[in-house]
């Protein structure tokens, strides 16, 4: 199974995309996660994604698409994988679509989670997350047992600046603009379903496991 999890930003890709991975013995590929592993590793690919993001800048999509290639031909990802964060544009969908059909290989299942914009700032607007291991909380719905603390590694909890209220409504934008064309184009390749993604954790992970049989596992 090869699956991608769409969604605008506070929708819970990260979480219901490793639990996805995790009941169907699957790798978990997070744009996020490559970004860290390749600068931590001081790849070519790192060094050139780092000179962006210093200047604020955002990472070209071939950068990100040449980790993203290098990933998918790891061993682990032979068996499927879920993919987490990419792609966000139309741009980036249709280089992964290139990559895929060299190997003789297709995106099985896109999977869009559903969240109003009122849902989104009220989740993003109490959203932690741990500077350390990147754990997410919420100071309401998922807080950490300890203020502060990350009940995972101990490390500090901070709140990003691009998760107060304005920063929110900005990223929504940014995602309606770039994003959420994906869903039309997987829309018309046949292979998207839609979930609600305003539920409990756990209602969410039903819905999206659920939708598994509908690609034929």
Same mark, same amino acid.
């Given at each position: 199974?090869?699956?991608?999890?769409?969604? %605008?930003?506070? !929708?819970?890709?990260? /979480?219901?995309?490793?639990?996805? !991975?995790?009941?169907?013995? =699957? !790798?978990?590929?997070? $744009?996020?996660?490559?970004?860290?592993?390749?600068?931590?590793?001081?790849?070519?690919?790192?060094?050139?994604? #780092? $000179?962006?993001?210093? @200047?604020?800048?955002?990472?070209?999509?071939?950068? =990100? +698409?040449?980790? +993203?290639?290098?990933?998918?031909?790891? $061993?682990?990802?032979?068996?499927?994988?879920?993919?987490?964060?990419?792609?966000r544009t139309? *741009?980036?969908?249709? !280089?992964?679509?290139? /990559?895929?059909?060299?190997?003789? @290989?297709?995106?099985?299942?896109?999977?869009n989670i559903?969240?109003?914009?009122?849902?989104?700032?009220?989740?993003?607007?109490?959203?932690?997350?741990?500077?350390?291991?990147?754990?997410?909380?919420?100071?309401?719905s998922s807080? %950490? #047992?300890?203020?502060?603390?990350?009940?995972?590694?101990?490390? *500090?909890?901070?709140?990003?600046?691009?998760?107060?209220?304005?920063?929110?409504?900005?990223? =929504?934008?940014?995602?309606?603009?770039?994003?959420?064309?994906?869903?039309?184009?997987?829309? *018309?390749?046949?292979?998207?379903?839609?979930?609600?993604? *305003?539920?409990? +954790?756990?209602?969410?992970?039903? $819905?999206?496991?659920? /939708?598994? %049989?509908?690609?034929?596992?």
């Amino acid at each position: 199974m090869r699956i991608i999890i769409l969604g %605008p930003p506070g !929708a819970g890709k990260g /979480t219901q995309a490793k639990v996805v !991975a995790d009941s169907l013995g =699957i !790798a978990h590929i997070a $744009s996020g996660d490559l970004l860290r592993d390749h600068q931590e590793r001081g790849t070519k690919l790192g060094s050139m994604a #780092r $000179s962006y993001m210093q @200047q604020g800048l955002l990472v070209p999509d071939d950068v =990100i +698409i040449g980790m +993203i290639e290098e990933r998918l031909h790891s $061993s682990d990802a032979q068996r499927g994988y879920v993919l987490d964060g990419f792609p966000r544009t139309l *741009e980036q969908a249709r !280089a992964l679509d290139k /990559t895929m059909e060299k190997e003789g @290989q297709r995106i099985d299942l896109a999977v869009n989670i559903r969240v109003s914009e009122k849902e989104l700032i009220r989740r993003l607007g109490g959203r932690l997350v741990c500077r350390r291991c990147q754990r997410p909380y919420h100071e309401v719905s998922s807080p %950490p #047992r300890k203020r502060g603390v990350c009940d995972e590694c101990g490390g *500090e909890l901070y709140q990003r600046e691009d998760d107060t209220s304005e920063a929110v409504r900005r990223r =929504i934008q940014v995602y309606a603009k770039q994003t959420a064309p994906l869903i039309q184009y997987y829309y *018309e390749r046949g292979g998207l379903v839609e979930i609600d993604g *305003e539920g409990s +954790i756990d209602e969410v992970r039903d $819905s999206l496991l659920k /939708t598994m %049989p509908k690609a034929g596992v």
